[in-house]
Structures are given as C-alpha cells and as structure tokens.
C-alpha cells in the first residue's frame, strides 16, 4: 500500500490570510473551519447575469466558494435536513469565475476536478485564490459530518434546492486536496504529464476505429475539460 | 397478487439502502484495489472513501452528496400478478421516489433538460425510468434500484467488423484515460462494456453490465470471460489510480455483454459506476414476504437467449 501518512494536513480558516494560503503546497491536505456558500450554475447566473444582490457579504462571511449542491431537504416548517455533501465538476463553471473571484473576494474554490492551470494563472493567482479539491469525490458522508449546522438558504424558491446558495458552518470538515498553489501550478496536470509517459506502452496493440469522428485528436495528452 | 403498498414500502426501503450502504462485493473489490494500490495520493483516497462508506452507515446519511439519477429495473415471474395492474405498480415506484428523496434524503438531481425546472423529488418527464423484464415461472417481483452518476464516464462509438479487439481495446482505453484524468469517472469502478445490438440497445447492454453484474461475476461465454479479465487488468495497468493520480486501481471489475447486431457492424459502449455503486434490490413474493439483497442477477440464461423460442428449448431437451 501506497504511503499515505507522508501527506502533510493543515487546517485552514474558510477566511484564510494571505500567508496561510501561500504556505499551501499541491497535495497538501486540508481541513476546513469556518463558514462555506455553495454557488454553481444557477447562484452565478443570477448573480452576475440577472446582476441580483449577493445575499452575503463576501469575503468577510467567507471566501470559501463550494461548487457543489448538498442532499439535503428544506422540512415544512423551515428548518433544514442535510445528510451528504459532494462536489460538482468546476471546469463548466470556468466561463463565470473571473467576474465571481473578482466580486466575491473568494481566496478558496472548493469543487471537484479543478480548472486548467491557464485559468489559474489568468484568474486565480490575480485574485490569491487557489483551488481545493473534494477527494475522491464520494466522501460525502465525511464532509456531511464537518457541517455543524446550515446557516442560511438562499434563492431556493428562485433556483431550486440543487442550485441554491447553501451556507454552511462547518468544523474540520474534509479531506480537501490542494490542487492549485499560489502560482498557479495543478496537482492534476502534473500527474497527468507522469501518467502520459507510460501510455504508449498501455496503448500497443490497440488501432484506431475505422470510422473517424470529426475533431478527434489521438494526443492522449489532451483533456476533455477543455 | 403482489400489494402496491407493499411495493411502494419495500421500494423506499430500497431507495434508503442504495444511497447509503455501499455493496459487500464492491466493497471487498475497493479493499482489495486499496491493498494493492502503491501511489501515495491514490491510497490516501481510496482510505477515505472506505472511511466514507463506514460513516454514511454509521450516521445513516447517503454516501455521497450527489446521490445520481435513481432508476428501477422491474422483472417478474411468468405466473405474477399486481394488485391495480402496471399502472399502480409505476404510481408507487414513483411515490417511493419522491418520498425517498425528501426522507433519506437525496439531492433532487431530475430537472427539466430546457427549463431546468426541479420538482425537488426526482421525479418528472420520464424520471425515474423504469425498466421491464420477464422470467418463465414463479410468482413474485424483483425490485432493483440503482443510483447511477449521470455525467461523465460513459460513451458509444459504432466500430466494424475490421476493427477487431484491437479497436475495442483502443476505445475501451480511450474512454478511461478521457474521463480519468481528473478523476472525472469517479473511479475505481465497475467497468460494464456494450458490444452489439443497435446504438440504443447496445447502450442499454452496457449500462446494465456495469450497474447490474456484481464485483467477481463472469459472462457463460469463456471467451467472453477471459475477455473481461483481460480488460480488468489491461485498464489497471493504465498508470491511473483514483481521481487521476498516479497509481494503479481504476477497474475494480469489467462485465461484458453482447447482443446481436447488424452483419456489418459491432457496436460499443463503455460505462463507469461510480466510487459509490448504489444499486439494491429486493424480491417481493405473492404471500408478502420480501428477501433483500445486492445482486440483481439480472442477467439469467433467460435474459441472454438466443433461440427463437424459450418454450422450444425447454421441450427439446427434454425430448432429447
């Protein structure tokens, strides 16, 4: 079995300083305490779209954007049920976050497979943000237990309870990875490019379909999140 | 006669224990792939995914946040009968939805594709799907229900006869690393491969390979059988690990299934259960009694006939 007691753990504020962010290095793994918004699709095109109020005030509640909508119910009389929490893909996100990171002052996005490490160093790094990712992005009952309580709902009437704006106290809630540090560098990008090395290898005697697709590329180096 | 009440009951209860309690069988699979996992990041997560599945049962909450698209494969004995006929039975599987995802409870993943509209209850325009089959004999019903992801990690592609293994290894692996960098399939997982049939029914092979064959299982045909054993292993020599680390457990099993399909074409499609393989079954018998279980044994000699009649083959080899 692979060493995983080698990897260092932090815990970390959901309104982190400058330092603390800075001293974060990839595969680091996190912890996090403090409050936490959930906002996807629906809270970013309402918000910078529909140019509706932020109902927060951001960063100083938090800076901890989580790309994720939780299983969660809201009972008749007001009061919240909320059992798992899991990250959503951040790459369809990509077209929102340098308007959101700029408005909300986020220093944290928490999500699950991150962004490209163009899109760090376009928008991250400007705004000392890095990205956080859920692990192995079935932990939700883990990251379930670190929510001590749901603050607040926003927009559920307007968005439904999946694209809602969620906020969430939360207490050593993780794991998180660290998959973007402050100069922009991705944990993923760079397993790929270990990975990339023995594909070759993995790939002899296989051919290509004899029906090509059009845009098809045989460079496995490529991602799909574009 | 089968009680609709009993079979919303029972589906709820299903519902419950699919978003929570992970499968034995996948879960001795994912042991096994953590004890041989030599990455350091890969082994770190698949540690706290099996953390992950002891705490959503300890503190009864569903494994993961994104609890899938929740569908039901209904199959019956020949001689079963239901109490108001098919159309009270799909009233009740979609009253046990809703109800489930309020109570348990499960993110109301089902939108309108246009308007986005959410019910909150997963339930809507052909949501929950639900599918049918039969088996000669027997009077009861098998409820399954499973949970699956609904974004990445599956594809089709139309290959030919000149494509050979050699084109159904590339897409096989193409679909892997595609959707594994990053770990977008969610994996390890359980691999289930389509060959045949038509575009439409070549996808519905190969989802149920994936989502209704359990962790070990092998298709009758030994060729077949060796062919998944091969792609198990030939998918874990990748390089990958979990989330698209360097590491080694991506597949924790490969199931194949084959229809017959057009003289100049062999179909294929690949799909990814997920980390979290949420599916679970219960059968319902006549008298009212219910056995709960984790495979759905779906596919029977029954489901992958190919004699034009099932009662023909019975006769003659009883004659014979």
Redesign the interface.
Known sequence: ????G??RKVRLSTTPSAEALADLRL?D?VYLDGLIYTARE?VYMRALEESANIPMELPQQSAANFH??????INSDGTF?????????SFRFAKWLPEWLAKSGAKLVIG???MSSQDYKDYFVPNGAIYL?T???????????GVKSVKEVHWHEEL????AMWVLECENMG?F?VESDSKGNSL?ER??A??AE??HK??E???????KRFGETDD?TD???G | MISTSLIQSTAEILMDKAAIEIPQDYLDGLTQAADAEDGDLSSFVLQAMLENYAVAKEDRRAMCGDTGTPRWYVKMGNETQIEGGPIALENALRLATANATVNVPLRPNRVHPLWRTDHNNNVGIGAPEIEYGFEPGGEWLDLTTVHKGGLFGTDYRMLFPSDGIEGIKRFYLDSLVAFGKRGLACQPAIIGIGLGGTKDSCMVLGKRAACLRIVGDRNPDPKIAALEDEFKELGNSIGMGAMGFVGKSMVIDCNIEVGYCHTGGMQMSVHAFCLSSRRAVARIYADGQVEYRTDPDWFTPYQRRESVTWETQESSAKSA
Do not use: D
Request: with cysteine.
């Open positions: 079995m692979g060493n995983a080698k990897l595969g793994i629906g994720c909508s939780p299983a969660a119910t049920t909320l059992g798992a929490v899991t990250a959503t893909a699950k497979g991150g990712s692990v192995g992005y079935g932990t939700g009952a883990l990251l379930g237990r439904g309870i999946a694209q794991p990875i993923f397993e790929n270990k990975i023995n594909l993995v790939y005697g296989t051919r290509p379909a004899t029906l496995r991602e799909v999140i």
